[in-house]
T-cell receptor, first 112, second 117 residues
Framework: QKEVEQNSGPLSVPEGAIASLNCTYS??????FFWYRQYSGKSPELIMS????GDKEDGRFTAQLNKASQYVSLLIRDSQPSDSATYLC????????????FGSGTRLLVRP | GAVVSQHPSWVICKSGTSVKIECRSL??????MFWYRQFPKQSLMLMAT?????????EQGVEKDKFLINHASLTLSTLTVTSAHPEDSSFYIC?????????????FGPGTRLTVL
């Protein structure tokens, strides 16, 4: 059973702080990892994708991947109240076709 | 790029009726489309995967005769919930894979909220 684990939160941080979101996965064969943001009542939107060990930065977002530890994280610098949402970690694996397994999501609250 | 639309955005129907939801990739040809269901405060659960011109592959526990999927072209997939019941009320979201800027990324439609009375 392939699994993706996330702390459900809520993770509460003050405005301007760094928010750190973590995710672990069970399938060692996975090669593609994604972070999606989902606002209440809306569908997920892609924040970051990462495929290689190390860090990948895009604006205020940094994704980190450690395949040996089966660990993915997302850092949000200078957090804003508009960042308050649920962040979904997704791991791609190959079945009959490429599929995503989603974690349960971490709810982030950025306090003004 | 990589815009996915869904129609309708919400629908209310009576128990026993059928509801069709459309998913379109507007600016790219999707090699694969996916249908998810999300209940309140839960994560997305994959229902089925479909490739253009092929039969959909359903996840374990998803009734293929109840959730009919047609993938008629590289830009259109439809999900029909047949004989809907209140327990089918949920947020249905499609995604499409194969578009730029990242051809291996799933891009999501805005979702369809189904309420069965």
């Amino acid at each position: 059973q392939k699994e993706v684990e996330q702390n459900s939160g809520p993770l509460s941080v003050p405005e301007g702080a760094i928010a750190s979101l973590n995710c672990t996965y069970s399938d060692r064969g996975s090669q593609s990892f994604f972070w999606y943001r989902q606002y209440s009542g809306k569908s997920p939107e892609l924040i970051m994708s990462i495929y290689s060990n190390g860090d990948k930065e895009d604006g205020r977002f940094t994704a980190q991947l450690n395949k040996a530890s089966q660990y993915v994280s997302l850092l949000i610098r200078d957090s804003q109240p508009s960042d308050s949402a649920t962040y979904l970690c997704a791991v791609e694996f190959m079945d009959s076709s490429y599929k995503l397994i989603f974690g349960s999501g971490t709810r982030l609250l950025v306090r003004p | 790029g990589a815009v996915v639309s869904q129609h309708p955005s919400w629908v209310i129907c009576k128990s026993g009726t059928s509801v069709k939801i459309e998913c379109r990739s507007l600016d790219f040809q999707a090699t694969t489309m996916f249908w998810y269901r999300q209940f309140p405060k839960q994560s997305l659960m994959l229902m089925a995967t479909s490739n253009e011109g092929s039969k959909a592959t359903y996840e374990q526990g998803v009734e293929k005769d109840k959730f009919l999927i047609n993938h008629a072209s590289l830009t259109l997939s439809t999900l029909t919930v047949t004989s809907a019941h209140p327990e089918d009320s949920s947020f249905y979201i499609c995604s499409a894979r194969g578009g730029l800027p990242s051809t291996d990324t799933q891009y999501f439609g805005p979702g369809t909220r189904l309420t069965v009375l």
